[in-house]
């Protein structure tokens, strides 16, 4: 079972959800500013977003590429966003800068020169002001086999859905957190847990 953990970086505004391999009274959870009462928003409207990917070394389950896989996962966001809306460029495959003004979702060995630990699939690294989300880059993990496919993982052993981990990823982006992390935790079958598994849309509570 893969498993995604939730860093606040208070003194350096920096925000890094992880995701591994293997609340409050909400049934959802918001990243919260220092404050722990506002959650972290974007400014409404258009929140644009480089798609700097890889073409797959061999052809995906589905027939999609890497960019096109997230994508989809983007456009499932679209659709239940009310203020804002994620906007996409395709952009020649390359590393992220962290702090650079910009939305990056990349493939690389390393979290900004940083070491992955050994069960980390994916990382969404945020920028903030205050409350306010100034910035939102996406790392998958090149240590993993990375696929996209519908439904159980038993299905594609030692290749992971990058569909699924980029919608909870992107949860992390728009502000969500892990509900079944929270304070108490809760128990949900939903995209945002903090372990990945058979779900691979967005559920109720994502959108809630």
Same mark, same amino acid.
């Given at each position: 079972?893969?498993?995604?953990?939730?860093?606040?970086?208070?003194?350096?505004?920096?925000?890094?959800?992880?995701? $591994?391999?293997?609340?409050?009274? %909400? !049934?959802?959870?918001?990243?919260?500013?220092?404050?722990?009462?506002?959650? $972290?928003?974007?400014?409404?409207?258009?929140?644009?977003?480089?798609?700097?990917?890889?073409?797959?070394?061999?052809?995906?389950?589905?027939?999609?590429?890497?960019?096109?896989?997230?994508?989809?996962?983007?456009?499932?966001?679209?659709?239940?966003?009310?203020?804002?809306?994620?906007?996409?460029?395709?952009?020649?495959?390359?590393?992220?800068?962290?702090?650079?003004?910009?939305?990056?979702?990349?493939?690389?060995?390393?979290?900004?020169?940083?070491?992955?630990?050994?069960?980390? %699939?994916?990382?969404?690294?945020?920028?903030?002001?205050?409350?306010?989300?100034?910035?939102?880059?996406?790392?998958?993990?090149? !240590?993993?086999?990375?696929?996209?496919?519908?439904?159980?993982?038993?299905?594609?052993?030692?290749?992971?859905?990058?569909?699924?981990? !980029? $919608?909870?990823?992107?949860?992390?982006? $728009?502000?969500?957190?892990?509900?079944?992390?929270?304070?108490?935790?809760?128990?949900?079958?939903?995209?945002?847990?903090?372990?990945?598994?058979?779900?691979?849309?967005?559920?109720?509570?994502?959108?809630?």
């Amino acid at each position: 079972m893969r498993a995604f953990t939730e860093r606040l970086r208070q003194p350096a505004a920096l925000g890094a959800a992880i995701l $591994l391999l293997g609340g409050r009274a %909400l !049934a959802f959870d918001y990243i919260t500013d220092a404050s722990g009462f506002f959650p $972290l928003a974007w400014n409404p409207g258009a929140v644009p977003i480089q798609l700097k990917l890889p073409a797959p070394a061999s052809p995906l389950v589905d027939g999609t590429t890497y960019n096109g896989s997230v994508q989809t996962a983007i456009d499932q966001w679209n659709a239940v966003l009310g203020t804002i809306q994620l906007t996409t460029q395709i952009a020649p495959a390359s590393g992220n800068t962290n702090g650079n003004g910009v939305n990056e979702v990349v493939m690389a060995s390393s979290i900004n020169g940083s070491a992955f630990s050994a069960n980390t %699939l994916a990382v969404a690294l945020t920028q903030r002001n205050g409350s306010l989300r100034t910035e939102g880059d996406v790392i998958f993990n090149t !240590a993993f086999t990375w696929d996209s496919y519908r439904g159980a993982r038993s299905q594609f052993p030692g290749r992971f859905d990058i569909r699924r981990i !980029a $919608l909870h990823e992107l949860g992390h982006v $728009l502000g969500l957190d892990h509900p079944d992390q929270g304070t108490p935790p809760q128990t949900l079958n939903v995209i945002m847990n903090s372990r990945s598994g058979d779900i691979d849309t967005l559920q109720s509570d994502d959108i809630a």
